[in-house]
Protein backbone atom coordinates (compact mmCIF):
# COMPACT_ATOMS: atom_id res chain seq x y z
CA UNK A 1 0.00 0.00 0.00
CA UNK A 2 1.20 3.30 -0.97
CA UNK A 3 -1.37 6.23 0.10
CA UNK A 4 -2.04 9.81 -0.78
CA UNK A 5 0.82 11.85 0.68
CA UNK A 6 0.17 15.81 1.26
CA UNK A 7 2.22 18.27 2.67
CA UNK A 8 1.58 21.91 3.28
CA UNK A 9 4.44 24.28 3.46
CA UNK A 10 6.66 26.59 1.87
CA UNK A 11 9.15 26.93 -0.70
CA UNK A 12 12.03 29.40 -0.90
CA UNK A 13 14.76 29.88 -2.71
CA UNK A 14 17.64 28.81 -1.11
CA UNK A 15 21.13 31.31 -1.28
CA UNK A 16 23.92 29.29 0.70
CA UNK A 17 26.65 31.12 1.45
CA UNK A 18 29.99 28.58 2.49
CA UNK A 19 32.16 30.62 5.02
CA UNK A 20 35.24 30.15 7.56
CA UNK A 21 32.74 31.92 9.90
CA UNK A 22 29.87 34.00 10.30
CA UNK A 23 30.93 37.48 9.71
CA UNK A 24 30.10 39.81 12.64
CA UNK A 25 27.19 43.22 12.53
CA UNK A 26 29.13 45.68 10.61
CA UNK A 27 31.98 43.13 9.23
CA UNK A 28 32.34 42.06 5.70
CA UNK A 29 34.52 39.15 4.97
CA UNK A 30 35.45 36.74 2.02
CA UNK A 31 33.10 33.24 1.74
CA UNK A 32 34.47 30.16 -0.06
CA UNK A 33 31.26 29.32 -2.19
CA UNK A 34 27.98 30.53 -3.02
CA UNK A 35 24.43 28.44 -4.38
CA UNK A 36 21.41 28.92 -5.64
CA UNK A 37 18.48 26.10 -4.98
CA UNK A 38 15.08 24.87 -3.93
CA UNK A 39 14.48 25.17 -0.54
CA UNK A 40 11.76 25.53 1.99
CA UNK A 41 11.14 22.74 4.48
CA UNK A 42 7.75 21.92 3.53
CA UNK A 43 8.89 21.47 -0.42
CA UNK A 44 11.67 19.68 0.49
CA UNK A 45 9.95 17.40 2.75
CA UNK A 46 8.23 17.00 -0.54
CA UNK A 47 10.54 16.08 -2.62
CA UNK A 48 12.68 13.99 0.06
CA UNK A 49 9.37 11.96 0.70
CA UNK A 50 8.56 11.33 -3.48
CA UNK A 51 12.68 10.63 -3.97
CA UNK A 52 11.52 7.83 -1.03
CA UNK A 53 8.62 6.34 -3.16
CA UNK A 54 6.01 8.09 -1.96
CA UNK A 55 2.95 9.84 -4.17
CA UNK A 56 3.38 13.07 -2.94
CA UNK A 57 0.84 16.38 -3.33
CA UNK A 58 2.19 19.76 -1.95
CA UNK A 59 0.08 22.62 -0.87
CA UNK A 60 1.75 26.03 -0.80
CA UNK A 61 1.54 29.52 -2.54
CA UNK A 62 4.02 31.03 -4.75
CA UNK A 63 4.64 34.31 -6.77
CA UNK A 64 4.37 34.74 -10.49
CA UNK A 65 8.51 34.81 -10.97
CA UNK A 66 12.00 33.06 -11.47
CA UNK A 67 11.92 31.53 -7.90
CA UNK A 68 8.43 29.85 -8.79
CA UNK A 69 9.71 29.02 -12.04
CA UNK A 70 12.69 27.20 -9.99
CA UNK A 71 9.96 25.78 -7.50
CA UNK A 72 7.93 23.85 -9.92
CA UNK A 73 10.78 22.58 -12.02
CA UNK A 74 12.04 20.98 -8.61
CA UNK A 75 9.05 19.06 -8.03
CA UNK A 76 8.65 18.30 -11.47
CA UNK A 77 12.52 16.37 -11.14
CA UNK A 78 11.18 14.82 -8.16
CA UNK A 79 7.74 13.65 -9.03
CA UNK A 80 5.85 16.09 -6.72
CA UNK A 81 2.63 17.02 -7.39
CA UNK A 82 1.71 20.88 -7.11
CA UNK A 83 -1.02 22.28 -5.22
CA UNK A 84 -0.39 26.18 -5.90
CA UNK A 85 -1.93 29.16 -5.54
CA UNK A 86 -0.73 31.87 -7.65
CA UNK A 87 -0.18 35.41 -5.41
CA UNK A 88 1.00 37.61 -7.60
CA UNK A 89 0.59 40.33 -5.49
CA UNK A 90 3.61 38.71 -3.66
CA UNK A 91 6.90 37.30 -4.51
CA UNK A 92 8.26 33.81 -4.11
CA UNK A 93 10.18 33.20 -0.83
CA UNK A 94 13.74 32.90 -0.35
CA UNK A 95 16.42 31.99 2.48
CA UNK A 96 19.76 33.33 3.14
CA UNK A 97 21.91 30.11 4.66
CA UNK A 98 24.92 30.61 6.06
CA UNK A 99 27.30 27.09 6.46
CA UNK A 100 30.30 26.99 8.29
CA UNK A 101 33.11 25.71 6.41
CA UNK A 102 34.83 23.18 8.92
CA UNK A 103 31.67 22.08 10.07
CA UNK A 104 28.70 22.11 8.32
CA UNK A 105 26.42 23.45 10.55
CA UNK A 106 24.17 26.30 9.37
CA UNK A 107 22.40 29.39 10.21
CA UNK A 108 19.05 30.36 8.20
CA UNK A 109 17.16 33.42 7.72
CA UNK A 110 14.05 32.90 5.90
CA UNK A 111 11.56 35.24 3.99
CA UNK A 112 8.92 33.72 2.74
CA UNK A 113 6.96 35.88 1.00
CA UNK A 114 3.75 34.34 -0.73
CA UNK A 115 3.72 31.66 0.92
CA UNK A 116 3.54 34.17 4.12
CA UNK A 117 0.19 34.88 3.14
CA UNK A 118 -1.20 31.04 2.91
CA UNK A 119 -4.58 30.85 5.24
CA UNK A 120 -7.08 28.94 6.77
CA UNK A 121 -9.36 29.55 3.83
CA UNK A 122 -7.09 28.05 1.26
CA UNK A 123 -7.28 24.97 3.13
CA UNK A 124 -11.05 25.05 3.28
CA UNK A 125 -10.51 25.31 -0.74
CA UNK A 126 -7.88 22.28 -0.83
CA UNK A 127 -10.45 20.49 1.64
CA UNK A 128 -11.23 17.37 -0.83
CA UNK A 129 -7.40 16.95 -1.28
CA UNK A 130 -6.01 16.89 2.22
CA UNK A 131 -8.89 15.47 3.86
CA UNK A 132 -8.07 12.06 1.34
CA UNK A 133 -4.64 12.05 2.37
CA UNK A 134 -3.22 9.04 3.83
CA UNK A 135 -0.56 11.11 5.45
CA UNK A 136 -0.36 14.85 6.13
CA UNK A 137 2.47 16.57 7.07
CA UNK A 138 2.92 20.35 8.04
CA UNK A 139 5.66 22.66 9.53
CA UNK A 140 5.06 26.31 11.19
CA UNK A 141 6.83 28.11 8.38
CA UNK A 142 3.24 29.44 7.10
CA UNK A 143 0.91 30.98 9.68
CA UNK A 144 0.09 28.82 12.42
CA UNK A 145 -3.77 29.00 11.77
CA UNK A 146 -3.70 27.79 8.28
CA UNK A 147 -1.69 24.62 9.83
CA UNK A 148 -4.08 24.44 12.21
CA UNK A 149 -7.28 24.29 9.94
CA UNK A 150 -5.50 21.74 7.66
CA UNK A 151 -4.66 19.30 10.60
CA UNK A 152 -8.52 19.53 11.28
CA UNK A 153 -9.40 18.38 8.15
CA UNK A 154 -6.86 15.57 7.71
CA UNK A 155 -7.82 14.46 11.00
CA UNK A 156 -11.25 14.67 9.74
CA UNK A 157 -10.43 12.62 6.84
CA UNK A 158 -8.64 9.51 8.49
CA UNK A 159 -5.28 10.78 7.76
CA UNK A 160 -1.94 9.87 10.32
CA UNK A 161 -1.10 13.58 10.81
CA UNK A 162 2.38 14.82 11.13
CA UNK A 163 3.60 18.07 12.49
CA UNK A 164 7.18 19.21 11.97
CA UNK A 165 6.92 22.22 14.45
CA UNK A 166 9.88 24.19 12.97
CA UNK A 167 10.80 27.12 13.03
CA UNK A 168 9.24 26.30 17.30
CA UNK A 169 6.66 28.92 18.34
CA UNK A 170 3.83 28.98 20.73
CA UNK A 171 1.91 25.82 19.63
CA UNK A 172 -2.00 25.39 21.23
CA UNK A 173 -2.89 22.05 22.91
CA UNK A 174 -5.57 21.62 20.41
CA UNK A 175 -3.19 22.03 17.37
CA UNK A 176 -1.10 19.11 19.07
CA UNK A 177 -4.03 17.06 19.97
CA UNK A 178 -5.27 16.91 16.59
CA UNK A 179 -0.91 15.28 15.95
CA UNK A 180 -0.59 11.29 15.28
CA UNK A 181 3.35 12.31 15.32
CA UNK A 182 5.45 15.50 16.28
CA UNK A 183 9.25 15.70 14.84
CA UNK A 184 11.16 18.62 16.55
CA UNK A 185 14.95 18.44 16.83
CA UNK A 186 16.76 19.00 20.05
CA UNK A 187 15.77 23.01 19.95
CA UNK A 188 12.33 23.20 18.98
CA UNK A 189 11.37 20.74 21.71
CA UNK A 190 12.79 22.92 23.83
CA UNK A 191 11.14 26.01 22.57
CA UNK A 192 7.77 24.21 23.01
CA UNK A 193 8.21 21.97 25.69
CA UNK A 194 10.67 24.37 28.24
CA UNK A 195 12.80 21.14 28.71
CA UNK A 196 16.94 21.46 27.20
CA UNK A 197 17.49 18.56 25.58
CA UNK A 198 20.94 17.26 25.83
CA UNK A 199 20.70 13.50 26.43
CA UNK A 200 18.37 10.78 25.24
CA UNK A 201 17.01 10.92 28.66
CA UNK A 202 16.04 14.59 27.86
CA UNK A 203 14.71 13.39 24.92
CA UNK A 204 12.36 11.08 26.58
CA UNK A 205 11.38 13.87 29.17
CA UNK A 206 10.39 16.33 26.27
CA UNK A 207 8.39 13.46 24.64
CA UNK A 208 6.93 13.09 27.32
CA UNK A 209 5.62 16.71 27.55
CA UNK A 210 4.25 16.51 24.31
CA UNK A 211 2.12 13.49 24.99
CA UNK A 212 1.12 15.16 28.30
CA UNK A 213 -0.59 17.85 26.02
CA UNK A 214 -2.40 15.63 23.69
CA UNK A 215 0.18 14.31 20.88
CA UNK A 216 0.21 10.59 19.72
CA UNK A 217 4.18 10.10 19.49
CA UNK A 218 7.08 12.29 19.42
CA UNK A 219 10.33 11.65 16.96
CA UNK A 220 12.83 13.98 18.19
CA UNK A 221 15.50 14.71 15.75
CA UNK A 222 19.00 14.45 17.89
CA UNK A 223 21.40 15.39 14.92
CA UNK A 224 24.57 13.20 15.61
CA UNK A 225 22.63 11.13 18.25
CA UNK A 226 19.71 9.73 15.76
CA UNK A 227 16.11 10.35 17.05
CA UNK A 228 14.29 9.03 19.67
CA UNK A 229 10.80 7.84 19.05
CA UNK A 230 8.43 7.55 22.16
CA UNK A 231 4.87 7.02 22.36
CA UNK A 232 2.43 5.83 25.06
CA UNK A 233 3.53 2.03 24.73
CA UNK A 234 7.58 2.40 24.02
CA UNK A 235 10.93 4.21 23.79
CA UNK A 236 13.08 3.34 21.10
CA UNK A 237 16.38 5.35 20.38
CA UNK A 238 17.45 4.91 16.97
CA UNK A 239 21.35 5.84 16.61
CA UNK A 240 23.18 7.33 13.56
CA UNK A 241 23.41 5.58 9.95
CA UNK A 242 26.91 5.76 8.44
CA UNK A 243 26.45 6.86 5.18
CA UNK A 244 29.50 8.60 4.42
CA UNK A 245 31.46 11.96 5.71
CA UNK A 246 28.98 14.87 6.32
CA UNK A 247 29.07 17.39 3.87
CA UNK A 248 25.97 19.81 5.19
CA UNK A 249 23.71 19.45 7.23
CA UNK A 250 20.68 22.04 5.83
CA UNK A 251 18.02 19.63 4.86
CA UNK A 252 18.77 17.05 7.27
CA UNK A 253 15.40 17.18 9.42
CA UNK A 254 13.58 17.92 6.01
CA UNK A 255 15.02 14.21 4.98
CA UNK A 256 14.42 12.92 8.04
CA UNK A 257 10.48 13.91 8.22
CA UNK A 258 10.17 13.22 4.21
CA UNK A 259 11.60 9.54 4.72
CA UNK A 260 9.34 8.75 7.73
CA UNK A 261 6.25 9.72 5.87
CA UNK A 262 6.74 7.93 2.72
CA UNK A 263 7.20 4.55 4.76
CA UNK A 264 4.40 5.67 7.46
CA UNK A 265 2.42 6.03 3.75
CA UNK A 266 3.52 2.42 2.49
CA UNK A 267 2.39 0.93 6.42
CA UNK A 268 5.40 0.74 8.12
CA UNK A 269 5.19 0.40 11.82
CA UNK A 270 6.25 4.06 13.61
CA UNK A 271 9.69 2.45 14.59
CA UNK A 272 10.64 1.49 11.57
CA UNK A 273 9.61 4.60 9.89
CA UNK A 274 11.70 5.66 12.09
CA UNK A 275 14.69 3.98 11.00
CA UNK A 276 13.69 5.02 7.28
CA UNK A 277 13.53 8.27 8.00
CA UNK A 278 17.05 8.22 9.83
CA UNK A 279 18.60 6.41 6.85
CA UNK A 280 17.16 8.95 4.57
CA UNK A 281 18.51 11.62 6.51
CA UNK A 282 22.27 10.21 6.92
CA UNK A 283 22.71 9.97 3.27
CA UNK A 284 21.48 13.51 2.40
CA UNK A 285 23.90 15.14 4.69
CA UNK A 286 26.66 13.38 2.48
CA UNK A 287 25.77 15.76 -0.13
CA UNK A 288 25.35 19.43 -0.50
CA UNK A 289 22.25 21.21 -0.90
CA UNK A 290 18.48 20.84 0.48
CA UNK A 291 16.41 19.73 -2.23
CA UNK A 292 19.14 18.03 -4.24
CA UNK A 293 20.21 16.04 -1.66
CA UNK A 294 17.58 13.39 -1.17
CA UNK A 295 18.04 10.19 -1.70
CA UNK A 296 16.01 7.73 -4.02
CA UNK A 297 14.37 4.68 -2.16
CA UNK A 298 16.48 2.29 -4.13
CA UNK A 299 19.41 4.45 -1.96
CA UNK A 300 17.76 4.49 0.98
CA UNK A 301 17.06 0.44 1.27
CA UNK A 302 20.53 -0.31 0.44
CA UNK A 303 21.70 1.65 3.50
CA UNK A 304 19.17 -0.29 5.65
CA UNK A 305 20.32 -3.22 4.12
CA UNK A 306 23.63 -2.85 5.64
CA UNK A 307 22.69 -2.23 8.58
Same mark, same amino acid.
Given at each position: MNGRIVILG &? /? &???TAYRADLAPRMGETILGRSFALGPGGKGSNQAVAAAMAGGAVHFVTRLGADPFA?? @????? $???? &? &? #?EVTVDAESYTGAAYIFIEHGTGNNAIIIAPGAAGRISAADMDVRAGLIGGASVFVTQLEQPIAAAHRALEIARAGGARTILNPAPAAEVPDAMLAL?? /?VTP????? $?GITGIRVETIADAERAADAFLDRGVGAAAITLGEKGVLYRDRDRSVHVPVFDAGKVVETTGAGDAFNGGFAAALARGADPVAATRFGCATAAISVTRPGT???? #? @???????LLARN
Open positions: &V /F &VADDM @ARATW $EKAG &V &V #PCD /FNESEA $EAASM #P @ALSEIEA
